[in-house]
């Protein structure tokens, strides 16, 4: 078969791209589409050095940086691509990328992450954090948002399987396409952390600096516990927001590498979470350490952490993102800490390794691709 593999856009090496990497190294010989292409010569790896087909978009001014907001144009970008020469088309999608035209000839599986988010549920929460809420251009962006909505919905008819990477995501796709999917959860390096049963006395917690991961709330739950000691890594626009609110007890390091990151991640007392994810790879990371997470019981963290009220527990869940929420949630954790272990959280985070994600994705595409063949021809016979 002739595969086509499309992405949303290339610009870093997250979540989404461990996805396509183990979509690629599936289908090696496949050609790769994206909305944009950025990454740099020495981040090419992971796509194996393909060259990538990219749209209009890559060449509109400032495109580099501000990709993001060409988001109206590009579900007419996306629908520019000719794929009619593929049998298989696999799209890795949370914005776009899942609106590629194919033929009833075609086959179209899509991985996707979540439908588009600015769009659909988190549609008000994006207008307040980039000040749309009024004005003119609040009314623009609003009217883009619906256009949006219509193109993203009739464009679910084109995908042939979905598969989502989360229960929740699942039950996103059923409100918004009506769809239903297979959860195949993404794939999580375990074997690149080790476990360490020796704790210190320190919490510590990790992610990009933006809106949604509330990092801000981390930082000031634990100033007003003095006694506690936090430790941060990451960096983004929400940098001066975290400083500010960090206490003296509060130690906010910025950007650091892997090694250092894995290292305070073995050693840390707990992981402290406060988003709301689709998934959500770092608490999984975090619990391969041999770490207990406390996180936001919203989205993926209900299908990764096991909560104080099941068996071998792994971590505890609260359900506010609010300072006090999380305050109680550390009060909890050190009243009944002795109830997680380590080997618990190292066995809950191998349910989601990489080989099981290798296993479960080819059998899934295989099976559904011969199901597929196989009612296209009964269709072709009937006409």
């Known amino acids: 078969m002739k595969v086509a593999i499309i992405h949303d856009w290339l610009v870093t090496y997250a979540g989404a791209e461990k996805v396509l990497e183990e979509i690629i190294n599936l289908y090696p010989d496949a050609d790769l589409y994206s909305v944009v292409d950025f990454l740099p010569p020495d981040k090419r790896e992971f796509i194996r050095n393909k060259p990538v087909k990219t749209t209009f978009i890559q060449k509109l001014p400032f495109a580099s940086k501000k990709y993001r907001t060409y988001l109206p144009l590009m579900p007419l970008a996306i629908e520019q691509f000719d794929l009619s020469e593929y049998d298989l088309v696999i799209s890795s999608s949370h914005a776009v990328a899942k609106g590629v035209i194919t ?37 623009i962006a609003k009217w883009m948002l619906a256009k949006i909505r219509m193109w993203d ?79 941060i890594i990451g960096d983004g626009p929400d940098m001066e927001k975290v400083r500010n609110k960090a206490g003296k007890n509060v130690i906010v390091m910025g950007y650091q590498p892997f090694s250092v990151l894995k290292d305070y991640m073995q050693r840390a007392k707990a992981f402290v979470f406060a988003a709301e994810e689709d998934f959500g790879i770092t608490p999984v990371e975090a619990q391969a350490c041999g770490t207990p997470v406390i996180a936001y019981g919203r989205g993926g963290s209900l299908e990764t952490i096991r909560d104080l009220s099941q068996s071998e527990p792994t971590g505890v869940l609260y359900y506010e993102q609010s300072v006090e929420s999380i305050i109680n949630a550390i009060s909890h954790f050190e009243e009944e800490s002795d109830l997680i272990t380590a080997v618990n959280c190292r066995t ?10 290798k296993k479960e994705i080819n059998t899934t595409i295989k099976n559904t691709v011969s199901k597929l063949e196989k009612e296209n021809e009964t269709v072709l016979e009937i006409v």
Not at 161 to 176: D, E, H, L, T
Not at 348 to 355: D, G, L
């Open 103 to 139: 033929g009833p000839h075609q086959i179209h599986i899509s991985y996707t992450h979540s439908p588009i988010r600015y769009a659909w549920d988190l549609q008000h929460q994006y207008l307040r954090e980039s000040k749309l809420e009024k004005g003119i251009k609040g009314w």
């Open 153 to 231: 919905h009739r464009t679910a008819n084109g995908v042939d399987y979905f598969i989502a990477n989360s229960k929740f995501i699942a039950k996103r796709i059923w409100k918004v396409y009506h769809r239903k999917a297979q959860v195949i959860y993404p794939p999580v390096d375990i074997e690149g952390f080790t476990i360490r049963e020796d704790k210190e006395e320190f919490y510590f917690t990790a992610s990009r600096l933006v809106p949604y991961k509330k990092m801000d709330l981390i930082a000031e739950a634990f100033s007003l516990m003095p006694d506690k000691k936090l430790v």
């Open 348 to 357: 809950n985070a191998e349910r989601f390794s990489k080989e099981r994600f």
